[in-house]
T-cell receptor, first 116, second 114 residues
Framework: AQSVAQPEDQVNVAEGNPLTVKCTYSVSGNPYLFWYVQYPNRGLQFLLK??????LVKGSYGFEAEFNKSQTSFHLKKPSALVSDSALYFC??????????????FGTGTRLAVRP | KAGVTQTPRYLIKTRGQQVTLSCSPI?????VSWYQQTPGQGLQFLFE???????NKGNFPGRFSGRQFSNSRSEMNVSTLELGDSALYLC?????????????FGQGTRLTVV
């Protein structure tokens, strides 16, 4: 079984400050890890992914995430937050086993609020 | 390249009715997955289809079913609707699913059961 935990329902940060949205995961095998963002009444937009290799991955809109295998974490970061980053962020995991197919398991989401 | 298209965008149905939602994946994508999003339960996996075969299924009652056509378009059906079925239903497509490729999501169908 696979699972994802996003321990914070909401993260508040001032514009221009760095932001971190936390994510930990559990899979039986090796993970593929993803971050998605959702704006009101919209679907999910892909931000970035970890497949293998370098533990620091860079994605869209200046976001990056660090994969830490020993801590089973994949925290989302951005050096300088924008008001337009305010949205709902989801971390997701897929087991690399072929039997998992395309099934993604999502965390409960973290609402990011960036104040001007 | 066109994205994932879901129709309709909004639906209002009465308890006991049935509903069919449609999803057209990105051209060339063969895997289509469906998710239910509610404020209480978050994003939950319904099922995944690949090459017209159901490859994975989530923990939903048999009232929820789906299928995939030879052109990879997919439909999901919910029979005997309940108030708790009110949700945003999201469809996602990917080239094959069994790799590190990301899934691309449609804008969803907002179903309201009254």
């Amino acid at each position: 079984a696979q699972s994802v935990a996003q321990p914070e329902d909401q993260v508040n940060v001032a514009e221009g400050n760095p932001l971190t949205v936390k994510c930990t995961y559990s899979v039986s095998g090796n993970p593929y890890l993803f971050w998605y963002v959702q704006y009101p009444n919209r679907g999910l937009q892909f931000l970035l992914k970890y497949i293998t290799g370098d533990n620091l991955v860079k994605g869209s809109y200046g976001f990056e995430a660090e994969f830490n295998k020993s801590q089973t974490s994949f925290h989302l970061k951005k050096p300088s937050a924008l008001v337009s980053d305010s949205a709902l962020y989801f971390c997701a995991v897929r087991d690399q086993k072929k039997s998992s197919g395309d099934k993604l398991t999502f965390g409960t989401g973290t609402r990011l609020a960036v104040r001007p | 390249k066109a994205g994932v298209t879901q129709t309709p965008r909004y639906l209002i149905k009465t308890r006991g009715q049935q509903v069919t939602l449609s999803c057209s994946p990105i051209s060339g994508h063969r895997s289509v997955s469906w998710y239910q999003q509610t404020p209480g339960q978050g994003l939950q996996f319904l099922f995944e289809y690949f090459s017209e075969t159901q490859r994975n299924k989530g923990n939903f009652p048999g009232r929820f079913s789906g299928r995939q056509f030879s052109n990879s378009r997919s439909e999901m059906n919910v029979s005997t609707l309940e108030l708790g079925d009110s949700a945003l239903y999201l469809c996602a497509s990917s080239p094959s699913g069994a790799s590190g490729t990301e899934a691309f999501f449609g804008q969803g169908t907002r179903l309201t059961v009254v």
